[in-house]
């Protein structure tokens, strides 16, 4: 019984990402920021689908982070993680973004996270 509830959870899951990931593609220029929140943490790459690479990544997890912040959970780090995300674009001159939110509705820290993300300077 447990390991149907299970089964039929990932396979829901699974169906949101494919439906999503149809439609949206990055390139270098306009490469593609997915987020993935777990329970204590939340990471955020920029992706090139064209030639399959991750440009770059940022998540509550590096040093930089935890210089900032110590809760990994809240709003206030999902933003912090933002501002990182769009400071190593602009680093890299990239200016817009595709965003993939992922299996996660557009609220609370995915939402906190794009907002950082736009205050930072990157367009999506």
């Not at 447990?2 to 699974?14: I, R």
């Not at 949101?16 to 270098?28: D, Q």
């Amino acid at each position: 019984m447990y390991k149907d509830n299970v089964t039929l959870k990932a396979n829901a899951k699974s169906r949101i990402r494919k439906r999503i990931r149809k439609k949206i593609s990055g390139t270098l220029e306009r490469p593609r920021a997915y987020v993935f929140k777990s329970n204590k943490h939340i990471y955020v790459q920029l992706i090139d689908d064209e030639n399959g690479k991750v440009l770059f990544s940022a998540s509550t997890r590096e040093k930089e982070f935890g210089a900032k912040t110590k809760n990994t959970k809240n709003m206030d780090a999902a933003k912090t993680v933002g501002e990182m995300i769009a400071k190593k674009a602009k680093t890299s001159k990239i200016k817009t973004a595709i965003f993939d939110r992922g299996i996660y509705p557009f609220h609370g820290r995915v939402k906190a996270l794009a907002e950082a993300m736009r205050k930072g300077g990157l367009d999506f």
